[in-house]
Each structure stands twice: as structure tokens, then as C-alpha cells.
């Protein structure tokens, strides 16, 4: 069971240089999530699907764009690095509307902007 | 604005000791609290508790809620070095896509 795969788990960016952070599940969840945790700090939203086709802002959305073209895939886009987006990235996907509606986590991505 | 408030911020304590973590919330419209564990990587789920009073277990951890007083407490007994990890709780209410609101997590460090 792959559950919910996120790529790359590390990444080093320059200031002002983009990139897309991958994930992926197949556990045919409605809901994704994207949220970063700096260090010593519990996980801020950053956005947030309910199913494909429908994004939405959480806490920390600005400097980030999302897509959901597909259940399954749900991309994370940062289009210009800067140092305040250093962090670690999960990416995590849930059932909403069934009686267990727990996530489950990708196994983060390190992102350095230097 | 949804929060969670979790305590202590870190915890040190040595094997075999019992440890009680704390998670205060305030959250529109409630439905549910979660307990994660996140060793190195990602968190990985522990409890769901959406019933006052109700406890629920796991070999030797234990959780609580009480929406009264709006806070949950999860107990670890017998402690062992395994058990060292960040401990998040999250809010979650009813609507608003069914949102997490994370507290900063209680940083427990068990002691050989």
C-alpha cells in the first residue's frame, strides 16, 4: 500500500527560482492537504482540496498555487523561492464523510531557500 | 480563528515514568480532536475523540476528551525510549472543509 507519496523529500532553491512539490495517493480520498511545519511548530495549512476540481486557501496560502486535475494528484507550486519558505512540506489526504476520518501523511519534503 | 494550545512545550522523563500531555482548544463549531505521533517523519494518527468522557486506549497510551472544558489530555504509561517523538493534538470542526487546526506540539524525550 503506497498511501499518500510526495516527491522530492529534499530540495535546495535559490531566492526567486520555482518549483512544484508532487503528490500523490491512492486511497481514493476526496480531501488533500498541503501544510508546512517550521521548526519546533505544529503544521499550518497552506491549501486544500475537497475533491478534483476544487481548491481552496488555508492559513498560510500566499507564495503557493495548487491544483487538483485529478483525485488522485494534487500539486504543490512555489513560484518564487524565498528564505521565509524554508520549511518541511507534508502533503496528506483523508475520506470526509465516512465514520473515520483520519489523515494520513505523506513523508514530507526538506525545502531550503538560500 | 480556530486554535489549539498544547502543554508542555517539551517534556524529559526517564523509562517507566507516566506522562500526561495537554491540548486546550477552541474551535467554531467542533467535531472532533485528533492525537498524532510524528517521530522524524510524518505524523502518524493516534486517536479520534468526538464524545465527552469516553476514553479511548492503545496498549499503554490512553486519551481523554472533555468538551465542557474544552481540552483533551493524552496519557502515556510505563514510558519507554521508543515513546520519544512530538506529539500533536488538531481540532477539527464541522465545516470548513473539515480544516485541522494544529496546536505546536509537546516534544517528550524519555530518558534510558
Known amino acids: 500500500n503506497a498511501g499518500v507519496t510526495q516527491t522530492p523529500k529534499f530540495r535546495i532553491l535559490k531566492i526567486g527560482q520555482s518549483m512544484t512539490l508532487q503528490c500523490t495517493q491512492d486511497?481514493?480520498?476526496?480531501?488533500m492537504y498541503w501544510y508546512r511545519q517550521d521548526p519546533g511548530m505544529g503544521l499550518k495549512l497552506i491549501y486544500y482540496?475537497?475533491?478534483?476540481?476544487?481548491?481552496d486557501k488555508g492559513e498560510v496560502p500566499n507564495g503557493y498555487n495548487v491544483s487538483r486535475s485529478t483525485t488522485e494528484d494534487f500539486p504543490l507550486r512555489l513560484e518564487l523561492a524565498a528564505p521565509s519558505q524554508t520549511s518541511v512540506y507534508f502533503c496528506a489526504s483523508s475520506y470526509v464523510g465516512g465514520s473515520n476520518e483520519k489523515l494520513f501523511f505523506g513523508s514530507g519534503t526538506q525545502l531550503s531557500v538560500l | 480563528e480556530d486554535k489549539v494550545v498544547q502543554s508542555p512545550l517539551s517534556l524529559v522523563v526517564h523509562e517507566g515514568d507516566t506522562v500526561t500531555l495537554n491540548c486546550s482548544y477552541e474551535?467554531?463549531?467542533?467535531?472532533?480532536l485528533l492525537w498524532y505521533k510524528q517521530e522524524k517523519k510524518a505524523p502518524t494518527f493516534l486517536f479520534m475523540l468526538?464524545?465527552?468522557?469516553i476514553e479511548k486506549k492503545s496498549g499503554r497510551l490512553s486519551s481523554i476528551l472533555d468538551k465542557k472544558e474544552l481540552f483533551s489530555i493524552l496519557n502515556i504509561t510505563a514510558t519507554q525510549t521508543g515513546d520519544s517523538a512530538v506529539y500533536l493534538c488538531?481540532?477539527?470542526?464541522?465545516?470548513?472543509?473539515?480544516?485541522?487546526?494544529f496546536g505546536e506540539g509537546t516534544q517528550l524525550t524519555v530518558n534510558p
Open positions: 474551535v467554531t463549531n467542533f467535531r472532533s
Open positions: 488538531a481540532g477539527r470542526p464541522r465545516t470548513s472543509g473539515s480544516r485541522l487546526t
Open positions: 468526538t464524545s465527552s468522557g
Open positions: 486511497m481514493n480520498h476526496n480531501y
Open positions: 482540496s475537497v475533491g478534483a476540481g476544487i481548491t
